[in-house]
């Protein structure tokens, strides 16, 4: 009987291992991650997941900055023990090409030693009804070298360069801060919080961030399952 016993406590901790890897394989290699690598490598085959530039949902304040697959989610699990900050919108071009524009009306600055990233102060949150001012951080604007792809107007160190929406800012790229290590071609959005004193806090950690479906009008969060074409959530 003890063989036996020690043969299913055996078994059950396979099984158990088995779950296990399905649900990290689930969650960190599959669902959009598969999608956001078909689409890199098959594009032509996936141009009905695109998101057209300019794109408004109903009411909503922002528009669509650049066209694109929106292949990541706020608060998805690319990574282990990581939750997406924002969104990620892939051109399925190569860096350089698919420009990228103001989602609203604000002031631009780019802090010294910024070769792909942008942030752009909103005053008043356009959903709030108190006071309340907001940013929008945008990153990965420059080639897998560094060489930035950001707009000239908006040269390192400039600060509170007023945009309207639909401004360009510059174009996508595949800049991951590492040079050896390119990420696939997009752009980076994330709405950051305040931190009372007129100034953005560590976009890094989501709980400095904004779920951005409202200001999009698209449920743009992670336990939506949707994979290809993200849509408003008026349709």
């Given at each position: 009987?003890?063989?036996?016993?020690?043969?299913?406590?055996?078994?059950?901790?396979?099984?158990?291992?088995?779950?296990?890897?399905?649900?990290?394989?689930?969650?960190?290699?599959?669902?959009?991650?598969?999608?956001?690598?078909?689409?890199?490598?098959?594009?032509?085959?996936?141009?009905?997941?695109?998101?057209?530039?300019?794109?408004?949902?109903?009411?909503?304040?922002?528009?669509?900055?650049?066209?694109?697959?929106?292949?990541?989610?706020?608060?998805?699990?690319?990574?282990?023990?990581?939750?997406?900050?924002?969104?990620?919108?892939?051109?399925?071009?190569?860096?350089?090409?698919?420009?990228?524009?103001?989602?609203?009306?604000?002031?631009?600055?780019?802090?010294?030693?910024?070769?792909?990233?942008?942030?752009?102060?909103?005053?008043?949150?356009?959903?709030?009804?108190?006071?309340?001012?907001?940013?929008?951080?945008?990153?990965?604007?420059?080639?897998?070298?560094?060489?930035?792809?950001?707009?000239?107007?908006?040269?390192?160190?400039?600060?509170?360069v007023p945009v309207k929406q639909g401004d360009l800012l510059g174009y996508q790229g595949d800049y991951s801060g590492v040079p050896l290590k390119p990420v696939g071609v997009h752009l980076h959005l994330s709405i950051v919080k305040d931190d009372g004193n007129g100034h953005y806090l560590n976009e890094l950690k989501i709980n400095n961030t904004y779920d951005p479906s409202p200001y999009f009008g698209m449920d743009l969060r992670a336990d939506n399952p949707l994979v290809?074409?993200?849509?408003?959530?008026?349709?």
């Open positions: 009987m003890k063989k036996y016993a020690w043969l299913y406590i055996i078994f059950v901790f396979v099984a158990l291992l088995g779950w296990m890897g399905v649900r990290v394989y689930r969650k960190y290699f599959g669902g959009r991650n598969s999608a956001v690598m078909d689409f890199i490598l098959r594009t032509d085959q996936h141009q009905s997941w695109v998101t057209p530039v300019f794109q408004r949902c109903g009411t909503a304040p922002f528009v669509m900055p650049t066209e694109g697959y929106v292949g990541y989610y706020y608060g998805d699990s690319f990574r282990p023990f990581h939750r997406h900050q924002g969104i990620d919108i892939f051109g399925g071009k190569t860096a350089g090409q698919t420009p990228v524009y103001a989602p609203y009306d604000g002031f631009v600055s780019r802090e010294a030693g910024w070769k792909s990233s942008l942030i752009m102060r909103i005053p008043q949150d356009p959903l709030s009804d108190q006071p309340k001012q907001i940013w929008i951080y945008m990153t990965h604007m420059a080639d897998a070298q560094g060489n930035s792809l950001i707009d000239p107007k908006f040269e390192t160190g400039s600060m509170e290809g074409l993200a849509r408003c959530e008026t349709e």
